[in-house]
């Protein structure tokens, strides 16, 4: 399978720990974003990065969140001092951009739903 | 601020028959319009888009949508339902190669 791969696809962590997901998008794409589902709701933008530039990030991407993407391929979401409220599916997508492929679509992973206790 | 709207939270049809899961954006400009379809513990799966040329966009799994510039719509439609389409979808927009904002979503049930 070559798609958007995300790990965990579960993490259940105590309220005060750190976590971290894994996103590794499609190998050739360039592109690479993370979104916070809530139960009822669409998918909400948190960051993207363009190879390993991080290019915007979201007012709701507190300074508890951090992104990185070190190398261009894999990124990694952390969450500093979990809290009750971070509870959410997030969700990993990647997209190749460029002159000879503009306006593609973005490509999901499953998703590392998160449960603070 | 641009926005996607679904009307309806939830969408029962009969098997067999046609379906219509509307949509409308709200935005100045020319917006990328996307469909996308969640299916349970799962991520979205693209369905289709609208980035200009002919309204009437063909997509996967037998889908098409119209976008009606008049009217800022942009519903998902098939001709006629499979209980293997239920599922939650979501309408969504950008303006090209940029993070998608999405509605509401709207749960999709087929019964047979």
């Known amino acids: 399978d070559t798609g958007v791969s995300q790990d965990p696809r579960h993490k259940i962590t105590k309220r005060g720990q750190n976590v971290t997901f894994r996103c590794d998008p499609i190998?050739?794409?360039?592109?690479l974003y993370w979104y916070r589902q809530t139960l009822g709701q669409g998918p909400e933008f948190l960051t993207y990065?363009?190879?390993?530039?991080?290019?915007?990030k979201s007012r709701l991407l507190s300074d508890r969140f951090s992104a990185e993407r070190p190398k261009g391929s894999f990124s990694t979401l952390e969450i500093q001092r979990t809290e009750q409220g971070d509870s959410a599916m997030y969700l990993c997508?990647?997209?190749?951009?460029?002159?000879?492929?503009?306006?593609?679509?973005?490509?999901f992973g499953d998703g590392t739903r998160l449960s603070i206790l | 601020a641009q926005s996607v709207a679904q009307p309806e939270d939830q969408v029962n049809v009969a098997e067999g028959n046609p379906l219509t899961v509307k949509c409308t954006y709200s935005?100045?400009?020319?917006?990328?319009l996307f469909w996308y379809v969640q299916y349970p513990n799962r991520g979205l799966q693209f369905l289709l888009k609208?980035?200009?040329?002919?309204?009437l966009v063909k997509g996967s799994y037998g889908f098409e949508a119209e976008f009606n510039k008049s009217q800022t719509s942009f519903h998902l439609k098939k001709p006629s339902a499979l209980v293997s389409d239920s599922a939650l979808y979501f309408c969504a927009e950008n303006f090209g190669n940029e993070k998608l904002t999405f509605g509401t979503g709207t749960r999709l049930t087929i019964i047979p």
């Open positions: 990065f363009q190879n390993e530039a991080q290019l915007e």
């Open positions: 997508a990647s997209s190749l951009v460029g002159a000879q492929s503009s306006n593609q679509p973005q490509h």
């Open positions: 935005v100045s400009g020319n917006p990328y």
């Open positions: 609208y980035i200009t040329g002919d309204n």
């Open positions: 190998s050739e794409h360039n592109r």
